[in-house]
């Protein structure tokens, strides 16, 4: 399956900390997306990163891209309440235009 | 700033009914899509659609599915006998076309109570 994976599952942090997610897939890919969902919400795109990126900031998000390691992360700083939220890593392989969703890190930034 | 919209956001139907889910995806956007997510699960491919035909699909959607664009605006899935799996929320998602077609702008979801 080229499903993504993400790590933690879960994550509780206080406000102003840094929060890092990982994600691992399987088979190769043209990009990798980054969503964030609150809870019973939709899923708001973050950032894309391209397979021939390996590092990407967007405001107070940083994801980086291992082809290699088949991995990423994402790196939120000086987190906030209201970036509580479960984090989808996606992934766009070579074939198709589907995208292969992880399981999600659900993050609580405790104020 | 343009976004997805679906309807109803809420949708309770009786199982064995037929229901329709509707969404607006944005307007200069060539490829549209479903997904859904039953509760505490992760986010599934049903389908893409482009150019006025089904581009991709995933085994989850059977014949039990259907998609259409009835008019320049709307994209619909419909769902011809509802079974209680069926319980979901169904976000629909569209993308432009070229390079930017990587990125999928989601709606905020119907969600589907099969009873």
């Known amino acids: 399956s080229q499903q993504g994976e993400e790590d933690p599952q879960a994550l509780s942090i206080q406000e102003g900390e840094n929060a890092t997610m990982n994600c691992s897939y399987k088979?190769?890919?043209?990009?990798l997306q980054w969503y964030r969902q609150n809870s019973g919400r939709g899923l708001v795109h973050l950032i894309l990163?391209?397979?021939?990126?390996r590092e990407k900031h967007s405001g107070r998000l940083r994801v980086t891209l291992d082809t290699s390691k088949k991995s990423s992360s994402l790196l939120i700083t000086a987190s906030r309440a209201a970036d509580t939220a479960s984090y989808f890593c996606a992934t766009d392989p070579n074939t198709g235009n589907q995208f292969y969703f992880g399981t999600g890190t659900s993050l609580t930034v405790i104020p | 700033e343009p976004e997805v919209t679906q309807t109803p956001s809420h949708q309770v139907t009786q199982m064995g009914q037929e229901v329709i889910l509707r969404c607006v995806p944005i307007s200069n956007h060539l490829y549209f899509y479903w997904y859904r997510q039953i509760l505490g699960q992760k986010v599934e491919f049903l389908v893409s659609?482009?150019?006025?035909?089904?581009?991709?699909k995933s085994e989850i959607f059977d014949d039990q599915f259907s998609v259409e664009r009835p008019d320049g605006s709307n994209f619909t899935l419909k769902i011809r006998s509802t079974k209680l799996e069926d319980s979901a929320m169904y976000f629909c998602a569209s993308s432009a076309a070229g390079r930017d077609q990587d990125t999928q702008y989601f709606g905020p979801g119907t969600r589907l109570t099969v009873l």
């Open positions: 088979t190769s890919i043209n990009n």
């Open positions: 659609f482009y150019n006025n035909e089904i581009s991709e």
């Open positions: 990163i391209r397979s021939n990126e």
